[in-house]
């Protein structure tokens, strides 16, 4: 039986409950004609009409539909086992990806063969520029034993827009799927940098972001909560104890001041809801980092 050549680029796109933005995203995907691509929607069990949305306007996709949310580690895992390409990019679904930008994407990575992942331009709808790279992991001054003699000046990207050699994401076991949904790609950028290679970022591949768009109908204070944890599971994978009681200590005293400075000055702020919203983001930083090993 005759099988088909593998694609140049096997896109990756984690959906749940966004079909809104969906629409636009493959249409933007079908607009790269410049390579030849294979596109894998894997679902969360979306409870709005997604998977119908896909299956009766793009035929193309190749969709895995999920019986519940197993997160964005988990499903970006189980889409890896049915790429084919040598390069596997990893897209949000709230994005629309603009001009030559799987082409210019591709053109990088062949001529720099010491990159293992990179990140594109990333913008706001109104064409504004949002933040795409970062040059320091989460509490690193407290770690720098732990990150020493790492390649390269990136430490990580946007995981909204990202491409990889497949081959190096599946040696590291894709994925750490202890990460639910925030944190995934702080970890595999730096397990990427540990094994030797560099993290870079490609301007000339351009990607808009609407952002947030999954997290969308939580509370702030549920979306804050899971950004800590991620947190705390980064620190404890890849940071010495010493390292870590170090940012916990600095984090608690942070928290300390802000509730106490804001006890004070809330009766007289003119937004009383946001600096609310300010205090329930240090008292949920007090949970999260409040632990007897301080």
Not at 228 to 251: C, D, M, T
């Amino acid at each position: 039986m005759e099988t088909s050549p593998p694609s140049d680029l096997s896109v990756i796109v984690v959906n749940y409950n966004t079909a809104d933005f969906l629409v636009r995203c493959l249409n933007s995907i079908a607009s790269q004609t410049q390579i030849d691509s294979e596109v894998i929607v894997v679902d969360n069990a979306s409870q709005d009409n997604s998977l119908d949305l896909i299956r009766n306007n793009f035929p193309w996709v190749i969709v895995i539909a999920n019986e519940r949310n197993l997160g964005f580690a988990r499903a970006n895992n189980l889409a890896l086992k049915t790429c084919r390409a040598d390069y596997v990019y990893f897209l949000n679904p709230d994005t629309e990806v603009m001009g030559r930008c799987f082409r210019n994407m591709i053109d990088f990575m062949d001529q720099r063969p010491e990159v293992g992942l990179a990140g594109t331009r990333i913008v706001n709808p109104d064409g504004s520029p949002q933040s795409s790279i970062e040059k320091r992991y989460p509490g690193e001054k407290y770690a720098k034993q732990e990150l020493r003699d790492l390649k390269g000046n990136i430490a990580w990207v946007m995981g909204a827009s990202m491409i990889a050699r497949r081959g190096i994401v599946e040696d590291l076991g894709g994925f750490d799927e202890d990460f639910f949904l925030y944190g995934e790609e702080q970890d595999l950028c730096l397990r990427i940098r540990k094994a030797g290679w560099t993290i870079e970022y490609i301007n000339e591949s351009a990607v808009v972001h609407w952002g947030g768009q999954s997290e969308r109908k939580n509370l702030p204070a549920e979306v804050w909560k899971k950004k800590f944890q991620a947190e705390l599971v980064f620190y404890r994978k890849h940071y010495s104890e010493r390292a870590i009681r170090g940012i916990k200590r600095a984090n608690l005293i942070k928290a300390f001041w802000r509730i106490l400075i804001l006890k004070l000055t809330i009766p007289f702020c003119s937004d009383k809801n946001a600096s609310l919203k300010k205090l329930e983001k240090y008292r949920l930083v007090l949970k999260a980092f409040g632990t007897r090993d301080i």
